[in-house]
């Protein structure tokens, strides 16, 4: 779980956050695992060409800098009333009254807490999100190393996940509260 629900004297917020070391644990980890498939003319894995690993921690920083602001835009409009509500490799406070902690090195956003939603619906926006931001890094990842396949499938993934974001996860948070 990557988000926070709380509410101010004046506003209510729900901030998904997603902490940059466990992104790109997950993304080195799945570029590894791909790699090790790609076999050179000798048969040898290309791990070193295709995976991601602390050396790219630069190229990383960038994706997930584009990643995210990509990711902001689907939810914009949600954050009216909110300021500063996109979180750059910031520290984000979590937990409720009495049991407050933080996490450190963390990229998402705020939006506006419309309270009228299934709480169940959180957890599923809050995967959407991450699936997006991973497949965004992924997709930039097989560009950069130029392995046009790879970026062809990571970008149709992309696309995949940007439209479930937009259409079916953020729908449940949008709606106002009818009385």
Not at 70 to 80: G, I, L, R
């Amino acid at each position: 779980m990557s988000y926070t629900k709380y509410t101010t004297e004046t506003l209510a917020r729900i901030t998904f956050y997603y902490q940059r070391e466990n992104i790109f644990n997950n993304v080195s980890l799945r570029t590894m695992y791909r790699a090790k498939t790609i076999l050179n003319e000798k048969g040898e894995a290309m791990n070193d060409q295709y995976s991601m690993s602390a050396d790219e921690d630069d190229a990383f920083a960038i994706f997930l800098l584009d990643a995210v602001n990509d990711a902001f835009q689907a939810v914009m409009k949600m954050t009216t009333g909110v300021t500063d509500a996109i979180i750059i490799d910031q520290t984000v406070v979590t937990g409720e009254i009495g049991a407050v902690s933080s996490v450190t090195n963390c990229y998402g956003f705020m939006i506006l807490d419309e309270e009228a939603y299934n709480e169940n619906a959180l957890f599923t926006v809050d995967d959407g999100i991450k699936k997006y931001i991973q497949s965004h890094i992924l997709a930039a990842w097989w560009g950069l190393v130029s392995y046009e396949k790879e970026e062809a499938k990571w970008l149709v993934t992309r696309d995949r996940e940007r439209a479930d974001l937009i259409t079916n996860r953020l729908f449940q948070l949008r709606k106002k509260l009818q009385s």
